[in-house]
């Protein structure tokens, strides 16, 4: 079964500080892999999400990852924090065989110290 | 244009009673899921719509559980004999066609609160 793990569960970093959360996927084949923010009160935003091809996407927000086959991981990446980032980041896993849903990791709570 | 809404924004209600929480996907999304997010247990798949297909239910947590998708748009989740176990928020998501590749849009959720 497929299964994300973030290991870190709160993050604190300083604002223009570079940034980088963690994210662990068990899967067998391919995997979907995406990462979504949530800011307090709101729903869930798609940050980014890799299918194919090449290892490093590029999202919004400044925002990156690079998926790492030989590592299982996809980490998200920003070269500058501005404190409007801070927020819980959540990484997700779909499977081709599972229809479109997704298993979530834990979630990683960033904080931004000015 | 608009995005995925739910109602209510937060329930609280008492254990043993029955709760109906609505969804209204995206105009013109086929797919429609139900996640259910809590301490402890993070963000859960609970069911998914795919247009007139039968629902995927593997992620209901008990018989309480229930959801239905009227006319290939609105769904309702209900929750009978709600136990204190059920305080989440409940987030619904809907995406154009099923599949892994397909992009999930997400609502501000029902925030559930079980007394």
């Known amino acids: 079964a497929q299964s994300v793990t973030q290991p870190d569960i709160h993050i604190t970093v300083s604002e223009g500080a570079s940034l980088e959360l963690r994210c662990n996927y068990s899967?067998?084949?391919?995997?979907?892999l995406f990462w979504y923010v949530q800011s307090p009160g709101q729903g869930l935003q798609l940050l980014l999400k890799?299918?194919?091809?090449?290892?490093l996407v590029q999202g919004i927000k400044g925002f990156e990852a690079e998926f790492k086959r030989s590592q299982s991981s996809f980490n998200l990446r920003k070269p500058s924090v501005h404190w409007s980032d801070a927020a819980e980041y959540f990484c997700?896993?779909?499977?081709?065989?599972?229809?479109?849903?997704?298993?979530f990791g834990q979630g990683t709570e960033l904080s931004v110290k000015p | 244009g608009a995005g995925v809404s739910q109602s209510p924004s937060n329930k609280v209600t008492e254990k043993g009673k029955d709760v109906e929480l609505r969804c209204d996907p995206i105009?013109?999304?086929?797919?429609l899921y139900w996640y259910r997010q809590s301490l402890g247990q993070g963000l859960e798949f609970l069911i998914y719509?795919?247009?007139?297909?039968?629902?995927?239910k593997s992620g209901l947590p008990s018989d309480r559980f229930s959801a239905e998708r009227t006319g290939g748009s609105v769904s309702t989740l209900t929750i009978q004999r709600t136990q204190q176990e059920d305080s989440a928020v409940y987030l619904c998501?809907?995406?154009?066609?099923?599949?892994?590749?397909?992009?999930?849009?997400f609502g501000p959720g029902t925030r559930l609160l079980v007394l």
């Open positions: 998501a809907s995406s154009l066609v099923r599949g892994p590749q397909e992009t999930q849009y």
């Open positions: 899967y067998g084949a391919t995997p979907y």
């Open positions: 890799y299918f194919s091809g090449d290892t």
């Open positions: 997700a896993v779909g499977a081709s065989n599972q229809g479109g849903k997704l298993i």
């Open positions: 105009s013109g999304h086929t797919a």
């Open positions: 719509f795919q247009g007139n297909s039968a629902p995927d």
